[in-house]
């Protein structure tokens, strides 16, 4: 009775006072905007319930039931663009309150498509966010070279949401609901940036040699998931007076398709190379709008993690990049790229499995082909034209559908493709050789210590999983081993390769060499995170952003930075955004900004002895300090064949055929004698 009194009581309550509310305020430099339209939608996004601000730009929706909801604003007169917030009620009695929309006029920058309108963060900066910088690549435009954004005339645009993420299957990396992992999610209509800057007025913006230095990140995820908006660059731009751009770029299938029916006679529509030149695209725009934000056009940095520090690498080695960039970053990336005839061909003509002929097969056999051989069959008896039509006339959903890799959760397509004109035809390492071939800038490069423990950490063969937690290794010994041989393996062709390359090549700017090895993640519940994770793929992210209210994977932040390891953090990730930021300025990472750093960062030295690489560490583990080694694969081949840690006579073979099997250090008499019983002949 007393339990059934309290809850009448507080229902009661809750509706005397507006409660069971959602509720916030449309404004402009905090004074309210009157009878604009507020909506209220559901998470399947049905309208639900409208309403329009007061004189003190309040709205409020009453008598909420729990869920997930979406508050949008149309634009009040004088502007453009719809933006929203979601939110989620907990239950059915709170009331969610301060869902505001802010504009700030001290934020309103003119770019070559009008005006723009962002905010002010809770630090201080400036931030625009949703900015077009091409045109939707939808329907005739799609796998077309992007086009500069349309002009939105004399209203100001709305830069205050993030954009939709590109076309991807949904994974960890967009933090989607776990019953999404794998779910086509995103759009076509993706092309946009976000900003952000010391706070100026708009009538005080830097110019000549005052503008500062411009950062544009070019995100992860193996060119196939990810998404720019996941990255906040309030803290870095604040902190060291830098412009700090984060950009999507198609992905995929969207982002890299080659199928021979789609050539129209236009290099650049017909290079397969969308993603690429999308990135393109974007330098192109902060070349001709940057200016007005208080960037320097003429120092751009870009930076990227994974696909990311491929694709600024890939930058490097594209004519029309040439002249948009200044400085190159690249985290945990590498430099490789794909044959066309692997990209276009049918699977027995050397083609990847997910070639543009092979996805057309895929969806052929979803509209009912009986097999493979009968929708190959199929497409070879269509024209051009009518391949064309097909594939113009497919669903965004379909095409995702085609591309799966099996395992229901990621896409797998060929990227980076040899067109001979957006991306060169050869070796992409031998371009290095010669500044004559590739747009020589100074250059940091890096890699973490135990990159491969990313994917290691939630893969069944290697750890016992429970809940959806790792909780231990199933063998430690070998789990260590593995991590060692398969991350020292990333740092060879990802680092330590292409240092040795450009080090030598003439007319070379300096490279800047890096490792990086925080590895104090928590023990939680007895998971030993800082053994299953430690210095893994991704990690240094947080620490260049010096941003821990952001991880990679957004939904395990509380995983991996604990309250304990918070004054290591705070005190590497200072100096390293220092020395990115010093980079950025100047080129070279010295002491960082400002001389903040006691330890000077040098260049890369190939003479034997010279130092090389510096290492990421906090002050408990070893500090920031120089090192003189070098991974070479026949150096970790010979380490290999003396090993004798493994478990499992299995796992050495495994091992030996993993690093070398497609190498030309592969040898089927060292196979054979490996270890202390050999691995017999290989079945291939």
């Known amino acids: 009775m007393f339990r059934r009194l309290t809850f009448i009581l507080f229902l009661a309550g809750c509706l005397l006072v507006s ?49 997930a909801y979406t508050v949008s604003i149309d634009p009040p007169e004088g502007y453009t663009r719809s933006i929203r917030q979601s939110v989620v009620k907990e239950n059915d009695y709170t009331r969610v309150e301060n869902i505001n929309f802010a504009l700030a006029s001290a934020a309103v920058r003119t770019t070559e498509a009008g005006d723009v309108i962002g905010f002010r963060e809770n630090n201080g900066s400036h931030a625009w966010l949703g900015i077009p910088y091409a045109a939707p690549p939808v329907e005739n435009l799609r796998w077309k070279a992007p086009l500069p954004a349309d002009s939105w005339g004399n209203d100001t645009y709305i830069a205050l949401e993030i954009s939709d993420t590109c076309a991807q299957l949904g994974s960890m990396l967009v933090d989607v609901a776990a019953g999404h992992i794998g779910d086509p999610i995103g759009c076509e209509d993706c092309l946009y940036l976000n900003i952000w800057a010391p706070e100026f007025p708009a009538d005080n913006i830097p110019t000549g040699i005052n503008r500062l230095p411009v950062m544009v990140w070019i995100h992860g995820g193996s060119n196939t998931t990810g998404h720019g908006g996941g990255y906040h660059g309030q803290i870095l731009a604040e902190s060291h007076d830098l412009i700090v751009i984060t950009i999507n770029y198609r992905l995929g299938p969207f982002g890299w398709f080659a199928h021979p029916a789609l050539e129209s006679g236009n290099d650049l529509d017909d290079s397969g190379n969308y993603g690429t030149l999308d990135i393109i695209r974007a330098l192109n725009w902060v070349r001709d709008n940057i200016e007005n934000f208080g960037g320097d056009p003429g120092n751009v940095t870009i930076f990227g993690e994974s696909a990311g520090g491929w694709n600024t690498l890939s930058m490097m080695i594209s004519q029309e990049a040439a002249g948009l960039f200044h400085r190159v970053v690249s985290e945990s990336g590498g430099m490789s790229t794909t044959e066309m005839s692997r990209a276009r061909n049918y699977i027995e003509d050397g083609g990847h499995y997910h070639s543009a002929r092979e996805v057309v097969n895929n969806l052929l056999i979803a509209d009912g082909a009986a097999n493979r051989d009968a929708a190959k069959t199929t497409q070879d008896g269509m024209s051009n034209e009518e391949i064309q039509e097909y594939l113009y006339g497919k669903s965004m959903d379909d095409i995702l559908n085609a591309c799966g890799s099996g395992d229901g959760e990621s896409i797998s397509v060929p990227t980076g493709l040899r067109d001979g004109v957006v991306l060169p035809t050869g070796d992409p390492l031998t371009r290095f050789e010669d500044t004559a071939n590739y747009n020589e800038v100074p250059l940091i490069i890096g890699s973490n210590r135990d990159e491969i423990k990313l994917y290691t950490i939630f893969d069944p063969n290697f750890t016992i999983i429970r809940g959806g937690l790792p909780i231990r290794a199933l063998d430690k010994t070998y789990y260590a081993l593995y991590a060692s041989y398969k991350s020292d393996a990333w740092k060879i062709n990802g680092v330590d ?65 604990s309250e304990e390891s918070l004054p290591g953090r705070q005190q590497l990730g200072a100096s390293m955004s220092s020395y990115w930021a010093e980079f950025a300025y100047n080129g070279s990472p010295g002491f960082g900004r400002l001389n903040s750093n006691p330890l000077e960062w040098k260049k890369w030295d190939n003479r034997q002895g010279g130092e090389k690489t510096v290492i990421f560490d906090t002050e408990t583990d070893g500090g920031i300090r120089m090192t003189n080694s070098i991974i070479t694969l026949e150096g970790l081949k010979y380490r290999l064949l ?43």
């Open 642 to 684: 003396s090993e004798t840690g493994f478990t499992t006579q299995t796992q050495h073979c495994d091992m030996y055929s993993d690093l070398f099997y497609t190498s030309d250090l592969w040898s089927d008499e060292e196979y054979e004698t490996l270890g202390a019983d050999g691995c017999g002949v290989y079945a291939q």
């Open 497 to 561: 390769r292409l240092a040795q390359i450009l080090s030598e090549t003439p007319g070379q700017p300096g490279v800047y060499a890096y490792r990086f090895d925080w590895d104090e993640e928590p023990t939680i519940l007895g998971i030993n995170v800082g053994f299953l994770l430690g210095a893994a793929h991704g990690m240094e992210i947080s620490f260049v952003f010096n941003n821990f209210d952001q991880f990679m994977v957004p939904q395990y932040v509380s995983l991996v930075f």
């Open 19 to 67: 409660g069971c509310s959602i509720s916030g305020t449309v404004t402009l430099d905090e004074g309210g905007i009157e009878n604009v339209m507020v909506n209220l939608s559901t998470a399947a996004g049905t309208i639900i319930a409208t309403t329009t601000t007061n004189s003190d730009g309040e709205y409020v929706f009453d008598d909420l039931s729990a869920g």
